[in-house]
């Protein structure tokens, strides 16, 4: 299997967003514990303490000097909830009406045409200079990181020794842990300041440390490759380079939503025409759903409205409208769904239980045509 950008954790991307629920709370330091769950502060663990001391006796041949060793891991510790993330991993995946829903929100497409007006000089720029439209750099931002709100803020140090100590993908992760740390010898950015997501994926467009050794780019100019900035311009560059060395076509779409398409991810829903720049997007996630979210988001950036064809109903015989219907129902009767998207997650089969139990009838989660009438 090829590794790509991100093949190497969740394909967060493709399934659950980034992050796509709940705002990260971003930190400014490693020794500010302030955001971090428990489990993803450092905790005492001998067999790291002595793997991370064999590292250090090979770093030299890696290129690190012993400065970099000691900025590296001031601080930095073993993470528990690093190693349960990774371990918990499941096949999950929605259906693609669920995950446009998700990607193409109207939230995600008021947002991206608000960054993009923002920054609209910026990536018309590097448009012009990679030949990668403007919209579809601006579409994965905002599913890689809502846009700079989500970056992530774990200790990279920490989360790639971790993984590496762990084993599971050893010699993968201590590739990262040499990329991660050569980011702040090479003067990119301070050590307490290398924050990303638990596995490593960092800054606004989640790139992954061998990624950024081999695309980050300078387009601000200042002599460091930030990615972290407030300022997105060089992460967003990053992100221009990585498509156009990985093959995009200038002057070619993504794809479109046709009736004659090939592809259909989703029986019975509509069908996409994809081109070369398809293939191209799919080397940032290797997945269909991610590529298609981009491409749709970056419509919808642009000024397109949503798709014309229609999804089937689901599994339960409900609809999109049947679902939004549904939670709506419930949390009006006090069974809070957080939100009515007809995206059926936790939340709505949790409150699907609340009421079930509170009329005696068989606790199952599961929506159903009847659950709705009797709502």
């Not at 349960?84 to 998700?102: A, G, H, M, P, V």
Request: glycine letters at 12%; proline letters at 4%.
């Amino acid at each position: 299997m090829t590794i790509t950008r991100r093949t190497f954790a969740l394909t967060l991307g493709a399934f659950g967003l980034s992050a796509c629920r709940g705002t990260i709370a971003q930190t400014t330091s490693r020794s500010k514990s302030t955001g971090l769950a428990p489990d993803m502060r450092p905790q005492p663990n001998a067999g790291y303490d002595a793997w991370v001391a064999s590292f250090k006796n090979r770093a030299s041949g890696y290129g690190l000097n012993s400065a970099t060793i000691a900025a590296g891991f001031r601080g930095a510790g073993y993470l528990p909830g690093v190693v349960k993330r990774d371990r918990n991993q499941t096949e999950f995946k929605r259906s693609l009406e669920d995950y446009l829903s998700i990607a193409a929100s109207d939230e995600r497409v008021s947002k991206g045409r608000a960054a993009f007006a923002r920054h609209r000089s910026t990536l018309n720029a590097l448009e012009t200079k990679y030949g990668v439209d403007a919209t579809i750099i601006c579409a994965i931002w905002g599913l890689e990181s809502q846009f700079g709100e989500r970056k992530g803020n774990i200790p990279v140090i920490s989360s790639t020794s971790t993984l590496a100590f762990d084993g599971r993908r050893g010699a993968f992760f201590e590739k990262q842990l040499v990329a991660a740390l050569k980011i702040i010898q090479n003067g990119d950015i301070t050590a307490d300041r290398l924050l990303g997501s638990w596995a490593g994926a960092m800054g606004h467009t989640q790139f992954i440390p061998t990624s950024y050794a081999g695309f980050a780019v300078d387009f601000t100019g200042d002599g460091r490759r930030d990615i972290w900035s407030a300022d997105p311009s060089d992460a967003l560059a990053s992100t221009a380079a990585y498509l156009q060395r990985n093959g995009w076509s200038r002057g070619v779409r993504w794809g479109a939503e046709s009736s004659s398409g090939t592809l259909q991810p989703q029986p019975g829903g509509p069908k996409f025409s994809t081109t070369g720049n398809f293939r191209t997007i799919k080397r940032y996630n290797n997945s269909d759903a991610y590529a298609i979210g981009i491409g749709h988001l970056s419509d919808r950036i642009g000024g397109a409205g949503p798709l014309r064809g229609s999804f089937p109903p689901d599994e339960f015989g409900l609809t999109k409208n049947d679902r939004i219907a549904l939670q709506k129902r419930l949390t009006s009767r006090g069974f809070d769904t957080v939100g009515a998207d007809g995206i059926l997650g936790k939340k709505s089969r949790a409150a699907i239980s609340d009421y079930q139990r509170s009329k005696g009838l068989e606790v199952t989660g599961r929506p159903s045509q009847a659950l709705l009438r009797g709502l």
